[in-house]
DNA sequence: CGCTGCATTGAAATATCTCAATCAATGTGG
DNA sequence: CCACATTGATTGAGATATTTCAATGCAGCG
């Protein structure tokens, strides 16, 4: 049951076996997408969601000349683009990294499910206001650390969102990244990109190879040099969803 | 009636005479804050959401330092922490800018008026998402932009939301932001803000003055420096809420 | 009058970018 | 199997953007 990954790590409790049922039933078709191939263009007009159920998808805002910055990541377990339901037109676009594998979720049943289960709409809600903190600690991210930094902050919040949904082994990264990505993400060049990378392997953090192979070597030393703190996360650390089951909207 | 400046100039249809009623009678007291003054904490247990009357409220995340870094800047009649109620703690820290005006509403009141009202359940789910957008474009801003270029997109946004609610005159900005401020949201340090605005001033674009008194001499030049798109803002432009009356949660 | 908080300036240090070249791995067509 | 193209990684050197530190200016205010 692809769907059982939603949210997985940061809810109490974990969604029933009739929540999982509706949503798994709301889904019209899974698609499998080639690497590096647009799913949503910003600005045209949606009927449709999308939830990851395995690979890697990239969200990005393009400027005037067509440079890319990255403005999210996502892994099996998350909606892309849910919030494209209320908005109907996204302000950024969606692209796959590597080969992906989508449910494509009509929004008229997103629509169904959220009359029909309270639970599940607020949960809805739940999952992009994560995408806000997320979103906010990239500000941060930009904001306040260097390159180094930057690419620790980025990888650091991957391993714990990767661990959310058991996809981390403690060694090897799985999402192949390359280096003109984390430049994308980071607001860096990739030759600085390059560089800051070389930095980090010789202080024996991590390992990048072609094809975007990543190895973390010292996980405690890469968070650290970002000061790394996930609590924005909101997994089941300090700042975690506690009564978010109190919250009924028709309770 | 202050809640009528609510997701005003976003929406096809203004919010209904019952719904604007509903809305500010979930209001539980009014609080005037005094300049610079902290109104939410980070980690903080929240049992209240604060809806902006007056003023100007900012939203940001403190390093290990204690450098700030804002991630977004509230006007009138927006919420500055409703994902509070969803989420119980903040991830951020809000305070205040200049002496403001928040209509403190309990989180127990939303709950009842999220369940009585579907629609203005999703307005309040909208209005997070509109924060969301606007994160996205402050990564952008960051990562895309130098030092003139973020603070041009800045004012630009905060021009385009002050005309939503009908407060900039065309002339002088109503915000007070110092040059610390500024350096803060957009990731420069103090001396380099300085130094950028006396690059705009120069080009004729604006002019600061101590004490945070702005004014925008060419409004056409500040938007073209950073190839200003506001259509992220989902005003009546482009990208709109069009449709959004029918997704009735419970229709 | 003398704080105090903010703004402004200069000069040197550092981070990052740009441009251009090279390298390494991989895949393709002949 | 080779020649070649392609893609991503790597490196160097010089240019540019931004920071840092330290000093000065300036206005409101008790």
Same mark, same amino acid.
């Given at each position: 049951?692809?769907?059982?990954?939603?949210?997985?790590?940061?809810?109490?409790?974990?969604?029933?076996?009739?929540?999982?049922?509706?949503?798994?039933? *709301?889904?019209?078709?899974?698609?499998?997408?080639?690497?590096?191939?647009?799913?949503?263009?910003?600005?045209?007009?949606?009927?449709?969601?999308?939830?990851?159920?395995?690979?890697?998808?990239?969200?990005?805002?393009?400027?005037?000349?067509?440079?890319?910055?990255?403005?999210?990541?996502?892994? *099996?377990?998350?909606?892309?683009?849910?919030?494209?339901?209320?908005?109907?037109?996204?302000?950024?676009?969606?692209?796959?990294?590597?080969?992906?594998?989508?449910?494509?979720?009509?929004?008229?049943?997103?629509?169904?499910?959220?009359?029909?289960?309270?639970?599940?709409?607020?949960?809805?809600?739940?999952?992009?206001?994560?995408?806000? *903190?997320?979103?906010?600690?990239?500000?941060?991210?930009?904001?306040?650390?260097?390159?180094?930094?930057?690419?620790?902050?980025?990888?650091?919040?991957?391993?714990?969102?990767?661990?959310?949904?058991?996809?981390?082994?403690?060694?090897?990264?799985?999402?192949?990244?390359?280096?003109?990505?984390?430049?994308? +993400?980071?607001?860096?060049?990739?030759?600085?990109?390059?560089?800051?990378?070389?930095?980090? $392997?010789?202080?024996?953090?991590?390992?990048?190879?072609?094809?975007?192979?990543?190895?973390?070597?010292?996980? *405690?030393?890469? $968070?650290?040099?970002?000061?790394?703190?996930?609590?924005?996360?909101?997994?089941?650390?300090?700042?975690?969803?506690?009564?978010?089951?109190?919250? +009924?909207?028709? +309770?």
């Amino acid at each position: 049951m692809f769907v059982r990954k939603f949210l997985l790590g940061r809810l109490r409790h974990e969604l029933t076996e009739d929540e999982l049922e509706r949503l798994e039933s *709301a889904v019209n078709r899974i698609i499998t997408i080639e690497p590096r191939t647009t799913l949503v263009d910003r600005g045209t007009r949606l009927e449709n969601s999308y939830y990851l159920i395995e690979g890697t998808m990239l969200r990005h805002l393009d400027d005037k000349r067509g440079e890319r910055q990255l403005v999210g990541v996502n892994i *099996a377990g998350d909606f892309v683009d849910l919030h494209g339901y209320a908005m109907k037109r996204l302000d950024h676009s969606v692209q796959s990294l590597d080969r992906a594998k989508v449910a494509e979720v009509p929004h008229i049943r997103i629509k169904e499910m959220l009359s029909g289960s309270p639970h599940l709409a607020r949960l809805m809600w739940f999952s992009t206001l994560l995408d806000a *903190a997320m979103h906010r600690e990239w500000i941060f991210r930009l904001g306040r650390l260097n390159a180094e930094g930057r690419i620790a902050h980025l990888i650091s919040e991957l391993i714990e969102r990767l661990r959310f949904v058991g996809l981390f082994d403690g060694l090897n990264f799985p999402i192949p990244l390359l280096q003109r990505d984390y430049a994308e +993400a980071c607001g860096i060049t990739p030759v600085h990109a390059n560089r800051s990378f070389r930095t980090l $392997k010789e202080r024996g953090v991590l390992e990048l190879d072609s094809g975007g192979k990543l190895r973390i070597l010292d996980e *405690a030393e890469l $968070k650290s040099l970002c000061d790394f703190d996930g609590s924005y996360l909101y997994g089941q650390g300090e700042l975690q969803l506690d009564n978010f089951e109190d919250l +009924a909207v028709n +309770a």
